[in-house]
């Protein structure tokens, strides 16, 4: 059974209050405490704060992640140059300037 319906059963209510009763269940609560004005100013809120988050984003791929992957990249390029030159000449005992 319908809320409604639960509701007259109950009360056993005239049948033009149970007419009134399914106007106001059909209307729902999220029609009678909104407004206009206040959805407006919630969609113009979201609007921003999407806006925002597109700009966060933004900075952090096209600014941060080339900044930090610069780095790292050097970094690990070097750390693999050191190693390379530990192997080439260390490894074998050879100086890199040989003395006279």
Not at 19 to 40: K, P, Q
Not at 48 to 67: G, K, M, S, T
Not at 84 to 92: E, G, H, I, L, T
């Amino acid at each position: 059974m319908e809320p409604v319906e639960d509701l007259v059963a109950a009360l056993s209510v005239d049948p033009a209050v149970k007419e009134t009763l399914e106007d106001v269940v059909s209307i729902g609560t999220a029609d009678v405490y909104s407004s206009g004005a206040e959805d407006d100013y919630l969609s113009d809120a979201q609007k921003h704060w999407d806006e925002n988050i597109r700009q966060l984003e933004n900075a952090v791929f096209f600014i941060l992640c080339p900044v930090i992957g610069r780095v790292l990249g050097r970094r690990f390029a070097q750390n693999l140059w050191f190693a390379y030159c530990d192997y080439r000449w260390k490894a074998k005992g050879q100086a890199l300037v040989e003395m006279p």
